[in-house]
């Protein structure tokens, strides 16, 4: 009889936790505001912790932006959550990334250009970030000046090892389209010397666009490039733009 | 010699058939379920995630095997009255807190190997290239343990097992955070709390300085001339937390 009371007992209990937790909502999303506590509080209590603790909180960021981007939209915690990432561990390039496009949807494109600042000043190699910031400059700055804005960034990464040949042709398309003509004009013969058959004839589509048509102008619109070319290079890329200007 | 040795391999013997190996088990099951799992919510992060959140399960799985076991060593050899057997041949107190010592230094060494090898082997595979830093970060991970052992087996030799246990963690915790008692000095006008504030310091011993994990994820590039300084410093507390054992030791009536 005992044996039988302890079997229901246990039975009950066992229906009770699991029928209960089971049948929960699991995909409820949490509370927006989440306690992120500052990044100098792990600094000082857990240095040799503090990669470990910023690893958590990426999972964890990650974690509450999928939760909440696709529900309530309410990112409220998630540029102090990233800020505490990038503090902590500041040579971790993903979080800086992410930041482009998840702070812009909490609302702060501010903050995520100045997250991408602040990581391309800790890891001046890495040719993502100042990418990544030609593209905020872009798309959030200031219309006037948002395309000169970019081609600079789009430069700086064009030049770091890495970088696609791509990068340094959005430079100089941004250069010509910001008004800058001299520059792109000797960015797109840095493309023409350094690029395969494809980027020359890209470098020579954008100087085409830029030089005047008439053949005098035309050359002396090209002799700056001459200092900054290979000579081969330079009479290829002439050959290749006088051969269609009227004279 | 050879009775350091004999007791020091029956140590190792003993604590081998604890089962203490199965630790190694235990982890390799969890960094294959954590390498699945964190492939799929670290947006392609899985490397950096699985070293870094290995090497801390390295550094708590050791942790465990540390502070239970090296709290337990000498209570064992008491409760169950080999001491008697053992101290009424000619082995010293001392010799005998040493080689019990090195017995469990040979047991963590397996166990660390086992853990260091098998991430080191799983990061290879996930991230695509070798991280020789990880073996590194393990060796002194280990130092660190011999450090926290030799102070627990000091702690049980006046205290229960599991307060010397509870105390072993404590100071573990405490040596991750020596440098901020060292910042507290800078802090307050009295002197007296600056005092007290630097033996705190001196006295826990500064296990952070050897830590090599931030490198280990890129973070940081080691000064090893500066770790080699800082290991030796860590050797050197652990043989004086052996000496004070050992004089504990030798006070103690049974």
Known sequence: MRRVVAIVVVLVCLAAVIGFQGTREVNAAGDPRVFVPSPRFF???????????????????????????????????????LDLVTTLSPHFIEPYLFSTFALVDAGEPQMAYDLLERGFKANPRDWRLPFQLGFMAYTYGPKETKAKAAAQWFAIAGKLPGS?????????????????????ALMWGQIY????????????????????????????????????MPRSD???LVADLVAGTTP | MTRLYAVALNTFKETIRDRILGVIVVFALLMIVASLWLGSISLGQEARMMKDLGLV??????????????ASLLHKEIEKRTVFVILSKPVGRAQFIFAKFLGLAVTLACVLAGMGLFLFLADWIVAGSPAPLLLAATALIYLQLLVIVAVTMALSTVTSTILASVLGITVFAAGQLSRSALSLTEFGQSAAMKGLAWVVYVVIPNLNAVDVKPAVVGESSPDWALIAAWAGYLGAYAV???????WLFSRKEF
């Open chain 1, 234 to 236: 330079f009479d290829a």
């Open chain 1, 164 to 184: 696609p040949p791509f990068v340094f042709r959005l430079a100089a398309t941004l250069l010509a389209k910001g008004g800058e003509r001299e520059k792109a």
């Open chain 2, 57 to 70: 399960a390295v550094s708590l799985f050791g942790l465990v095997v540390a502070v239970f076991v090296g």
């Open chain 1, 43 to 81: 600094e000082r209590l857990a240095p040799s912790f503090r990669t470990t603790i910023a690893d958590v909180y990426w999972l964890g960021a990650v974690q509450y932006y999928g939760e909440h981007v696709d529900g309530d939209r309410r990112l409220d915690s998630l540029p102090a959550m």
């Open chain 1, 193 to 228: 010397s350094q690029g395969d058959k494809y980027a020359r004839a890209k470098a020579v589509a954008g100087l085409e666009a830029i030089l005047p048509t008439e053949k005098q102008p035309r050359e002396k619109a090209l002799v700056p490039l001459y200092r900054t």
């Open chain 2, 240 to 246: 004086l937390a052996l000496v004070l054992a050992s």
